[in-house]
């Protein structure tokens, strides 16, 4: 069976020949180039990876356009910066292939080296401690990393298409009644410039969808 990775990416040209060359057997990668000036498409080209570009800029509207391309019942999503490593993908896609959960987030434990500023981290747990309190889902951090089947995610309808996307999903999937699962994957290292983690922006726009204002593009 074959599972379908989504990987929104942004100048990331650096990271991706370590990224796609850890992909596991059975795991394809979906590159989406959103607004990339370096060589990111065609590098992840070269290594076989599909390429998708969407011109919208937004971190949602690329997650999204990776979804409409992924062709797999399971989808997941992950960065492409090299902050997380792609041979955890079956940990994360196991309960969802096991028919244990319909929605799995990796939890980030932070290995040495990688760069996770206080300020964001303080930021993530208290989002996290919001969600538990607000879907009852077991979560201690909205990761990156997640699984999910292609045709349930479709149905939940997202409409944001900024950084507010994963918090939408994770809101949207404890509405519909999904079990909601968490497993330890490692944070390593990103190669390249943050782009979301901790932001102001990344900030304001989850504190959006927390009240109910989804970011469209």
């Given at each position: 069976?074959?599972?379908?990775?989504?990987?929104?990416?942004?100048?990331?040209?650096?990271?991706?020949?370590?990224?796609?060359?850890?992909?596991?057997?059975?795991?394809?990668?979906?590159?989406?180039?959103?607004?990339?000036?370096?060589?990111?498409?065609?590098?992840?080209?070269r290594?076989?990876?599909?390429?998708?570009?969407?011109?919208?800029?937004?971190?949602?509207?690329?997650?999204?356009?990776?979804?409409?391309?992924?062709?797999?019942?399971?989808?997941?999503?992950?960065?492409?910066?090299?902050?997380?490593?792609?041979?955890?993908?079956?940990?994360?896609?196991?309960?969802?292939?096991?028919?244990?959960?319909e929605?799995?987030?990796?939890?980030?434990?932070?290995?040495?080296?990688?760069?996770?500023?206080?300020?964001?981290?303080?930021?993530?747990?208290?989002?996290a401690?919001?969600?538990?309190?607000?879907?009852g889902?077991?979560?201690?951090?909205?990761?990156?990393m997640r699984?999910?089947?292609?045709?349930?995610?479709?149905?939940?309808?997202?409409?944001?298409?900024?950084?507010?996307?994963?918090?939408?999903?994770v809101l949207?999937?404890?509405?519909?009644?999904?079990?909601?699962?968490?497993?330890?994957?490692?944070?390593?290292?990103?190669?390249?410039?943050?782009?979301?983690?901790?932001?102001?922006?990344?900030?304001?726009?989850?504190?959006?969808v927390?009240?109910?204002?989804?970011?469209?593009?």
């Amino acid at each position: 069976m074959t599972i379908d990775v989504v990987l929104p990416c942004l100048d990331e040209a650096a990271a991706l020949p370590w990224v796609l060359g850890r992909m596991p057997d059975a795991f394809h990668p979906v590159v989406v180039d959103n607004g990339s000036t370096d060589d990111s498409a065609r590098i992840a080209a070269r290594l076989g990876a599909t390429v998708v570009t969407e011109p919208r800029l937004g971190f949602g509207a690329a997650c999204h356009a990776g979804l409409m391309a992924a062709t797999t019942d399971v989808v997941c999503f992950m960065d492409a910066d090299a902050s997380l490593d792609p041979e955890q993908l079956p940990l994360v896609a196991g309960p969802v292939l096991d028919g244990e959960a319909e929605l799995v987030l990796g939890r980030r434990v932070l290995r040495p080296g990688a760069s996770w500023p206080l300020h964001a981290r303080l930021g993530n747990a208290l989002l996290a401690r919001r969600l538990r309190r607000r879907t009852g889902a077991a979560l201690h951090d909205l990761g990156p990393m997640r699984a999910c089947r292609r045709a349930d995610l479709l149905a939940l309808r997202l409409v944001d298409r900024r950084y507010g996307y994963p918090l939408e999903m994770v809101l949207r999937a404890a509405s519909a009644g999904w079990r909601i699962g968490e497993v330890e994957v490692d944070y390593l290292p990103r190669m390249g410039r943050p782009k979301v983690t901790g932001t102001l922006r990344s900030i304001g726009d989850m504190r959006r969808v927390m009240a109910g204002r989804e970011n469209r593009v």
